[in-house]
């Protein structure tokens, strides 16, 4: 874990405004009914998006929504502000926030190093292809029904 806040407060958390972090299935939890039940927690909130590397291979990730996209599952947006951040940084507590956001390591002069590329979150999720759809179906009915 790389945490510098005053290294990301001075910079204004250039790389929350360019993209979101992306999260690891362990982020949801620590067993398939866990990741299931928190990841459709998650899509119903609107504030988290299944992203995808190569979507005819199935190649998913998750990741918070951009700002403007809320409510999306699916989004693809190369480039976008993450829902999460604030004028004063990061809305989410530590221990909430993605993999991807934990292992940024801030650097000074504003070339951070990623400690997780997204290869390697979505061979994390290639074990959870079938939660990530039935977590998108069980969102999706939660909506539904709730009109």
């Not at 995808?52 to 976008?80: C, M, Q, T």
Request: proline letters at 3%; one cysteine or more.
């Amino acid at each position: 874990m790389f945490i510098n806040e005053k290294i990301c407060k001075k910079c204004g958390g250039k790389c929350c405004k360019s993209y979101p972090g992306i999260a690891l299935p362990k982020d949801f939890g620590n067993n398939k009914e866990e990741i299931f039940q928190k990841l459709t927690q998650a899509l119903k909130s609107g504030k988290w998006a299944i992203d995808w590397n190569d979507r005819k291979k199935e190649e998913y990730f998750v990741r918070p929504a951009v700002k403007g996209k809320e409510n999306l599952i699916f989004d693809h947006s190369i480039s976008g502000e993450c829902v999460f951040l604030t004028k004063t940084g990061c809305k989410l507590k530590y221990n909430e926030r993605p993999s991807g956001c934990l292992l940024l390591e801030p650097k000074s002069n504003e070339k951070c190093k990623q400690h997780l590329s997204k290869r390697q979150a979505i061979e994390e999720w290639s074990k959870y292809k079938d939660i990530i759809i039935e977590a998108v179906i069980n969102a999706e009915e939660i909506e539904i029904s709730g009109k």
